[in-house]
């Protein structure tokens, strides 16, 4: 009998339990603390837990430890949740904490036993796990200052939350083919990325003062890497319509046979946009309008931060950066004091890792924006700390290749010292391995986990230069590789290199002047 492919087997894993039905046996893993079936494992998953790397594990533990995924809806948490995910994450988790690029956040060093009171504190708050992970619907990512941005094209709120409702725990969408990401906004900057989910709703308005949401599908990264395919136009009473539409499509026909082939994206490449709006329509009782793509801000550009006035009267908003989405729970902790100190009560995660604080009194904007500044949270943040992010990294990743967070922190102080009176916003990515958790292949300048070679001749972890890469809209590009391989002390000399390159060229466009540069093999050869 032929062996299972790693496609075969989770289909089969799928089948034979629901991955919300696994909650039970995670109760009962952690009162009797028995050894946990693998195939159990998997299925942990549509409750946030992946099993880590042991890279920081004592040779002499054998504890089996997991990440935990807690979903943020709208990418909101208060007070009251900073401070019980600050205790969960000093308590159960070595005092980890990071924001993602779905505006969640995750822990590390879980142990089963600890899950059901970790899960009894979330819910006290209005917290989940469940589907931060597998093969359903993740979270839905908007706007973080929906409601409150003066300029947005409309508020989105209210769709999002409706959107949500229909896909939290939904048993129908319980076995999809692969993961699927929906992102709803009417950022006028575009913010929520919609280039690279799976299904996106992006507002515009029309002459005539109408909302209308461009729908765009298929987009991804990884195995999947492909700008999402617009499609057409639907009004706002249209979006729940279509969400359901294409999630049951994607859950009928996408493609099960190759993990790697089985993102919503294969999908509209194997049938051609028209064959897959054909079955939308099919399931619809009405038809989206055939109007011109809208343009989009460029990637780099896509942020918030600063102390803004809210619509909301007597009310201010302010973007900050943090290093790489780390947080930790003093920093949880120290973030809720001061909310508390200034009569704030959310933060807003956004998908590059950062926050914005929803709604502290105008008033008391610049002294929070102060003391924030203080425990090194930035209102005004270089260009370099403000766009750069990174994934999970070896240290807890078991696929990663190389390390990112210190490496992310690192690079962007290196470059704020060298680079003191640098003013253009460069997006940069520190992505562990190929899978792309960080986009590094959308940002002016990626760096990607690969196997290098040092000085010594020996095969190390270090990281493969990609330039060039940008989002924005049709005119998206993924960035081109470079060739250059290096190990991790090098990679701020040759960042820094290129940075210099193009202060000292006539360009006024980062990304453009990359886009120029990456092909040439007299450049290339510079930065080595």
Known sequence: MAKETAAQRVERIKKEKSGLDVLKDIYLYAVLGEAINPEDIDRFKWYGLYTQNKNLQAQDDETLYF??????????????????????????????????????????????????????????????????????????????????????????????????????????????????????SACNKHCMGHEIQDLSFTATKTDNGKVLFDVSVGGGLASNKRIASHIGYVTPSQVLPTVKAVSTIYRDHGLRENRRKARLGHLVEAWGVEKFKEVLHEKVKFKLKDEKEQTFTPYAQREHFGIHESKVKAQSYIGCAINGGHIGSEGLFALANLLDKHSATTIKVTATQNFVVADVPTVKAQDLADDLANIGIDATPSPFKARTISCTGINFCKFAISETKNQAIELAQHLEKKFPNFEETVSISVNGCPNSCAHPHVVDIGLLGAKVKNDEGQTVSGFELILGGNLEGAQSAFGQKTGIKVTPDKIAPVVEKVIEAYIQSDSTIMNKFLNEKVADEEFISTLL
């Open 67 to 184: 990440m935990l995924r807690v979903k943020l809806e709208h990418g909101a948490m208060n007070v009251e949740q900073m401070r019980v995910v600050g205790e969960i994450s000093k308590e159960f988790a070595r005092n980890t904490a990071d924001f993602t690029t779905r505006q969640d956040i995750q822990f590390h060093y879980i142990q089963v036993r600890d899950l059901p009171e970790i899960f009894r504190r979330l819910q006290s708050v209005g917290l989940s796990t469940t589907f931060a992970a597998g093969d359903v619907p993740r979270n839905v990512t908007t706007c973080p200052v929906s409601g409150v941005e003066h300029d947005e094209i409309c508020d989105v709120r209210d769709l999002v939350s409706k959107v949500n409702d229909y896909l939290r725990a939904n048993k129908n969408l319980v076995n999809l083919p692969r993961k699927y990401k929906i992102g709803i």
